[in-house]
Nanobody, 124 residues
Framework: QVQLVEYGGGLVQAGDSLRLSCAAS????????MGWFRQAPGKEREFVAV????????AYADSVKGRFTISRDNAKNTVYLQMNTLKPEDTAVYYC?????????????????WGQGTQVTVSS
């Protein structure tokens, strides 16, 4: 099992940028993919981005492609989500998650450990 703690959420205006961080402990961080999901009020949790264990492969939801960038620092056991040109529809609780395997996956069931979430609110 791995423990995950997210940081960096907050209230921003449309067009602003924000960087989320997620610190991991408990398993060898470089052995598994890491992902970001989000959940808006009244909606299901949805995939945002994922990065492979080595960091060489990434995947993004169409809604964030070109605006968000996922990265990881295996020496610091941390994964990041850089969010640029934020829109009001990006408002949600953002969760980081640890994959069950080292390669890129996008389904919720492919992730076995979750953080507590961090709120991102984008005002218009």
């Amino acid at each position: 099992q791995v423990q995950l703690v997210e940081y960096g959420g907050g209230l921003v205006q449309a067009g602003d940028s924000l960087r989320l961080s997620c610190a991991a402990s408990g398993r060898t961080f470089s052995n598994y993919a890491m992902g970001w999901f989000r959940q808006a009020p009244g909606k299901e949790r949805e995939f945002v981005a994922v990065i492979s264990a080595t960091g060489r492969s990434t995947a993004y939801a169409d809604s964030v492609k070109g605006r968000f960038t996922i990265s990881r620092d295996n020496a610091k056991n941390t994964v990041y989500l850089q969010m640029n040109t934020l829109k009001p529809e990006d408002t949600a609780v953002y969760y980081c998650a640890a994959g069950r395997a080292p390669f890129v996956v996008t389904y919720i069931t492919d992730f076995g450990s979750w953080g507590q979430g961090t709120q991102v609110t984008v005002s218009s």
